[in-house]
């Protein structure tokens, strides 16, 4: 039995390296995270959190990618962020202010996939105690902080084309694969737009040979031509990305 307990407990510290931020950590602080740390498969589209909602866990995605909603008190959507292997889903309890533990965002399963998952008042706690994590996680909350303006301002001033090219080139990035399963239907409540403007969308990337659109996925063609269509918010954001890793 103890063995077995070892060999979950070097799994889950193998599976940290994986996780762009984690793996910064140096393998002290890896080591004593990973041992309040267990291995999920996220798997539904179903609210991981709600808005204003009691956040009991963090998650931190491997191969699962998350997104965030913005609402309206009338029940519009719109994404105001996504998380893949670099981010944090619920690390506003990290925060400190009177809304430490409950969430800004409604958050959601993009892509299902493998996640880290860690106690809430654990993590807090990690944060709180380890320099080491406490600046790891400033970092992060840096980038989420950009995410969220960039999304906002694109949300309000960039076309239906310009965002979509956007949402999928930073899709692709997060789950590095070519097929993306996505409905027309998911990819509408993300830009805010009916399901009709949204298969429109992807006729038009289709009959321009961006992508492949079948049912229930798409697979991206060619990536240069969906750059061209996309706003420069893709790239100022994949740019901030990668200085969260220098
Ligand atoms: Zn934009």
Redesign the pocket.
Known sequence: MKGSVKQDQLKIEQLCTRHRLLSRLSGTDRRRMARKMQVVSLSSLHPLYEMSGVINNVFFPLSAVLFFLGTTLEGQVIEVGQIGSEGIAGVEVAMGTPYAGMSLMTAAIQIPGLALQMNADDFAEEVDRYSAVNRCVRRYLGFFLAQLQ?LI??NR??NVE??GA?WLLALQDRTRSRKLRITQQHLADMLGVTRQSAERLLNDFEVAKILDSQRGAVTIKDRSKLHERA????RMLAKRLRALFV
Not at 231 to 234: D, P
């Open positions: 960039f301002a694109c001033h960039h310009q965002r956007r706003c420069a918010c893709y």
